[in-house]
């Protein structure tokens, strides 16, 4: 605009710009002309370079972010769901029902009886199939096309013949493997030796000693060992053959009976120091006999001094008094459940028994991999004694140990003050009660965060998980990132004709009209309540519904109303006025978005009357925001 004026004041604007640039003319009577044209200042345009580059840089990081597959398209599936639009007639789906059968040779049925009204449909195929339907003009007469994915109980394993393993469910295993599995525990089984039989090929073992034959190699030629080694860590999650409880924990293989089953207390006691002096955590001993002996004893408390925990079967004869070594004072003694919990018939019992586990009967027998001592091949067979139940315990007694407790008698004490009472016990035929392995666990770790639980807490962390970012959650980021460059958008546009001072406070009040510090609405601080961290994470327009977890937008604080009242309340302050205003233009940039991205508002439902609202209450915050910086700067 061309204007008679006196010669221009020299004006800077706090940042230091010049704001104006003028050109000035004389008239043929002397008087001044001058031409004034706006422009940004050369610091404006180079934070204005760096912005863009900086939103080039972040749209491009969320455009591979939302290309990257990630973990939610590498689930397993060998049929495909179908999910016509409501909207077609029966007879049109049936068409395109048939339609399908007869192209690609398959054919689709209804998922079950309640499916129809949903008009899902499952077809049996593969990734080929899939990629073949999406493209066809059938999807545009379906809601969606995607693989039924096949999921999977969590801890439970894969082996065909878990599900034998009544045993193994009845002390609770399951839940106590959700902690611990045995890691970094050394278990070693004084018995006829262990074959490393197929089932057992993932399962660490470290050096033993055949005190039979006098050699390294301890191998099984009995069966026994074997059988009771499976118990302890047989290989798990293997897609074979059968489960074990402390399936992580290395065995060390001591072998001290023989082909015939028998073997001799000075080999016993040998076993028992060479594990107590080559790292043995537990030492297990499914074998006993009537005699007591001095140098058993001793070779026992040698081992306990060191640390170990020992375990050893009650014994097999139905008496009321427990087999040595069961009975020695630093040596649980184990009797047998079977699958009904109540004592095998088989099972000693009184003194000398610290605790109860299942040994088995002939209504159901402990499954596991062994040898056939004829053929040495392996086979799974069902024993049953008191010699498949120690197995059991020295097992839990690892993953009690791996929980971080070291000592011998703290191990002995979790075992049997977690164990289920048996309340009439007048023989004590139970012991403490029946083992249960998740109580132990429990009890191990009760006022402990280690470094699993702090793992565990980092990967069900929201934005902090590692599996956030590699899973296709971080698109959830984009609208964010859009609301936040929005508002910043905005406020350069606007400060580019109308120059203002830019402060810590006016950038807060763009996050927190347009996307709050949303990094804490899905942080999770172990038992903490997470509604304040709902809120503290979501912008204005979302705190309708933070507190109650809803996604959907409440009308009064989504809408022009709280920018238009604080603008109202705080244009007279000279500081917060500015935030007042920058909370328009981030409402503005909030409601544009949520437009487009997920227009969901309280009694408007999630259609087109519900954009129609928040894009109106947009363009109104943004003229608010506007009007308001416009007089500010003009009344400066």
Same mark, same amino acid.
């Given at each position: 605009?061309?204007e008679?004026q006196?010669?221009p004041k020299?004006?800077k604007?706090p940042l230091?710009r @010049?704001?104006q640039a003028a050109?000035?003319k004389t008239?043929?009577d002397?008087e001044n002309w001058?031409?004034?044209?706006n422009?940004?200042s050369l610091?404006?345009r180079s934070?204005?370079?760096?912005?863009?580059?900086?939103?080039?840089f972040?749209?491009?990081?969320?455009?591979?972010?939302s290309?990257f597959?990630g973990?939610?398209t590498q689930?397993t599936?060998?049929s +495909?769901v179908l999910?016509?639009?409501e909207d077609?007639?029966?007879?049109?789906?049936?068409?395109?029902?048939n339609?399908i059968?007869q192209q690609?040779?398959v054919a689709?049925q209804?998922?079950?009886e309640f499916?129809?009204g949903?008009n899902?449909y499952?077809v049996k195929g593969?990734?080929?199939?899939? #990629?073949a339907l999406?493209?066809s #003009?059938?999807a545009?007469?379906?809601e969606y096309i995607?693989?039924n994915y096949?999921?999977?109980?969590? /801890?439970?394993?894969n082996?065909?013949?878990?599900?034998?393993q009544?045993?193994l469910?009845s002390?609770?295993?399951?839940s106590?493997?959700?902690?611990?599995?045995?890691?970094?525990?050394?278990?070693?089984?004084?018995d006829?030796g262990?074959t490393?039989?197929?089932?057992l090929k993932?399962t660490k073992?470290?050096? /033993?000693y055949?005190?039979?034959n006098?050699?390294?190699e301890?191998?099984? @030629?009995?069966?026994h060992g074997?059988?009771?080694?499976?118990?302890?860590a047989?290989?798990?999650n293997?897609?074979?053959?059968v489960?074990?409880i402390a399936?992580?924990?290395a065995?060390?293989?001591l072998k001290v009976?023989?082909?015939?089953?028998?073997?001799?207390?000075?080999d016993?006691a040998?076993a028992?120091k060479f594990a107590?002096d080559?790292?043995?955590d537990v030492?297990?001993?499914?074998?006993?006999?009537?005699?007591?002996?001095q140098?058993?004893?001793?070779?026992?408390?040698y081992?306990?001094?060191?640390g170990?925990?020992?375990?050893?079967a009650a014994g097999?004869s139905?008496?009321?008094?427990?087999?040595y070594p069961?009975?020695?004072?630093?040596?649980?003694g184990?009797s047998a459940l /079977?699958?009904?919990d109540?004592?095998a018939s088989?099972?000693?019992?009184?003194?000398?028994?610290d605790?109860?586990a299942?040994?088995?009967?002939?209504? /159901?027998?402990?499954?596991q991999s062994t040898i @056939?001592?004829e053929?040495?091949?392996?086979v799974?067979?069902g024993y049953?004694?008191?010699?498949?139940?120690s197995?059991?315990?020295?097992a839990?007694?690892?993953?009690?140990?791996a929980?971080?407790?070291?000592?011998?008698?703290?191990?002995?004490?979790i075992?049997?003050?977690?164990s289920?009472?048996v309340t009439? @016990?007048?023989?004590?035929?139970?012991?403490?009660g029946h083992?249960?392995a998740?109580?132990a666990?429990q009890?191990a770790?009760r006022g402990?965060?280690?470094?699993r639980d702090f793992?565990?807490?980092?990967?069900?962390?929201?934005y902090?998980s590692p599996?956030?970012w590699?899973?296709g959650?971080?698109v959830a980021?984009?609208?964010?990132v859009?609301m936040?460059l929005?508002?910043?958008l905005?406020?350069f546009f606007?400060?580019n004709?109308?120059?203002?001072?830019?402060t810590w406070?006016?950038?807060?009040?763009?996050?927190?009209?347009?996307?709050?510090f949303?990094?804490?609405?899905?942080l999770f601080?172990?038992?903490?309540?997470q509604?304040?961290?709902?809120?503290?994470?979501s912008?204005?327009?979302?705190l309708?519904?933070?507190?109650n977890g809803?996604?959907?937008?409440?009308?009064?604080?989504?809408?022009?109303?709280?920018p238009g009242?604080? +603008?109202?309340?705080?244009?007279g302050?000279r500081?917060w006025?500015?935030?007042?205003i920058a909370?328009?233009?981030?409402?503005?940039?909030?409601?544009?978005?949520?437009?487009?991205v997920?227009?969901?508002v309280?009694?408007?439902g999630s259609g087109?009357l519900?954009q129609?609202f928040?894009?109106?209450?947009?363009?109104l915050?943004?003229?608010l925001?506007?009007?308001?910086?416009?007089t500010?700067v003009?009344s400066?």
């Amino acid at each position: 605009m061309i204007e008679q004026q006196p010669p221009p004041k020299t004006t800077k604007d706090p940042l230091g710009r @010049d704001p104006q640039a003028a050109a000035r003319k004389t008239g043929a009577d002397g008087e001044n002309w001058v031409i004034v044209v706006n422009k940004p200042s050369l610091n404006g345009r180079s934070a204005m370079k760096k912005f863009f580059l900086l939103c080039l840089f972040l749209i491009g990081f969320g455009w591979a972010i939302s290309n990257f597959p990630g973990l939610a398209t590498q689930g397993t599936y060998d049929s +495909i769901v179908l999910d016509f639009r409501e909207d077609l007639g029966a007879a049109e789906i049936a068409k395109e029902v048939n339609a399908i059968a007869q192209q690609y040779q398959v054919a689709p049925q209804l998922n079950s009886e309640f499916s129809a009204g949903d008009n899902v449909y499952v077809v049996k195929g593969d990734r080929t199939l899939l #990629n073949a339907l999406k493209k066809s #003009n059938l999807a545009k007469d379906t809601e969606y096309i995607e693989p039924n994915y096949v999921y999977s109980a969590f /801890g439970i394993p894969n082996d065909p013949m878990y599900t034998k393993q009544w045993n193994l469910r009845s002390i609770n295993v399951e839940s106590a493997w959700n902690e611990t599995k045995g890691s970094g525990t050394t278990v070693a089984i004084i018995d006829s030796g262990i074959t490393p039989v197929a089932d057992l090929k993932e399962t660490k073992f470290v050096p /033993g000693y055949d005190f039979v034959n006098n050699r390294a190699e301890a191998y099984d @030629d009995h069966g026994h060992g074997t059988h009771v080694a499976g118990t302890v860590a047989q290989s798990t999650n293997n897609n074979y053959g059968v489960a074990g409880i402390a399936y992580e924990a290395a065995l060390m293989p001591l072998k001290v009976l023989s082909a015939s089953g028998g073997g001799t207390v000075s080999d016993i006691a040998e076993a028992i120091k060479f594990a107590a002096d080559n790292g043995a955590d537990v030492i297990n001993m499914s074998l006993g006999g009537s005699g007591e002996s001095q140098l058993m004893s001793e070779a026992i408390d040698y081992a306990h001094s060191k640390g170990v925990v020992i375990i050893a079967a009650a014994g097999n004869s139905g008496e009321s008094s427990a087999s040595y070594p069961a009975r020695y004072p630093h040596v649980i003694g184990v009797s047998a459940l /079977g699958p009904d919990d109540e004592k095998a018939s088989y099972s000693n019992f009184g003194a000398g028994v610290d605790i109860a586990a299942p040994g088995g009967s002939e209504m /159901g027998k402990i499954l596991q991999s062994t040898i @056939d001592p004829e053929t040495g091949a392996e086979v799974f067979e069902g024993y049953e004694g008191t010699s498949m139940a120690s197995p059991h315990v020295a097992a839990v007694a690892a993953l009690v140990k791996a929980s971080g407790i070291t000592e011998p008698d703290s191990i002995r004490s979790i075992l049997l003050q977690s164990s289920r009472t048996v309340t009439e @016990d007048p023989l004590n035929h139970f012991g403490s009660g029946h083992l249960d392995a998740a109580a132990a666990v429990q009890l191990a770790q009760r006022g402990q965060i280690n470094f699993r639980d702090f793992f565990r807490w980092l990967r069900d962390n929201g934005y902090l998980s590692p599996r956030f970012w590699i899973d296709g959650g971080a698109v959830a980021l984009l609208p964010k990132v859009a609301m936040v460059l929005g508002s910043y958008l905005l406020a350069f546009f606007m400060r580019n004709y109308f120059p203002f001072a830019w402060t810590w406070g006016f950038s807060g009040g763009l996050i927190a009209g347009s996307s709050g510090f949303f990094g804490l609405r899905n942080l999770f601080v172990f038992d903490l309540p997470q509604w304040p961290l709902r809120v503290m994470g979501s912008s204005i327009p979302e705190l309708g519904g933070a507190i109650n977890g809803s996604s959907m937008l409440n009308p009064f604080f989504a809408s022009v109303l709280i920018p238009g009242i604080l +603008i109202a309340l705080l244009l007279g302050h000279r500081q917060w006025k500015w935030i007042a205003i920058a909370i328009s233009i981030g409402f503005a940039s909030s409601l544009a978005v949520n437009a487009f991205v997920s227009p969901a508002v309280w009694g408007l439902g999630s259609g087109l009357l519900a954009q129609t609202f928040l894009i109106v209450n947009a363009l109104l915050c943004f003229g608010l925001a506007r009007l308001a910086i416009k007089t500010e700067v003009q009344s400066a």
